[in-house]
């Protein structure tokens, strides 16, 4: 008996090979368990340096340079956002017991066009 495959396994299954004791492709650190863990991984890649058209850039000034001149309008707003700060959700006013008074004295109807004095 050999442990060779046997020639009507599919070709796609045919090029599998098991993990073994001390395989290089086993992930022993495995899955980041906490968003910090993803936090870290993610600076210490986007710290990594790499080369780009004869300069030396990081992984992360790559990213906002592609944002930066993107015609995504997401990816530009993120990038200002990064660079500047979020604008505001809210309006900040002082007013807090602000009223608003709304006069329905001077209603224009359909049936007549002059409005009532």
Request: negative net charge; proline residues 7%; glycine residues 4%.
């Amino acid at each position: 008996m050999t442990d060779s495959i046997p020639d009507s396994t599919p070709r796609k299954y045919s090029q599998l090979v098991p993990f073994v004791p001390g395989d290089p492709r086993i992930n022993r650190k495995g899955r980041p368990k906490t968003i910090d863990a993803v936090r870290k991984l993610a600076q210490s890649i986007g710290e990594e340096e790499t080369t780009d058209s004869g300069e030396t850039f990081t992984q992360i000034e790559l990213i906002l340079r592609d944002w930066a001149k993107s015609k995504s309008f997401e990816k530009q707003l993120a990038f200002v956002q990064y660079a500047y700060g979020k604008v505001p959700d809210h309006v900040l006013s002082d007013a807090r017991d602000l009223s608003i008074i709304v006069n329905w004295d001077k209603v224009v109807t359909h049936d007549s066009h002059a409005i009532p004095d």
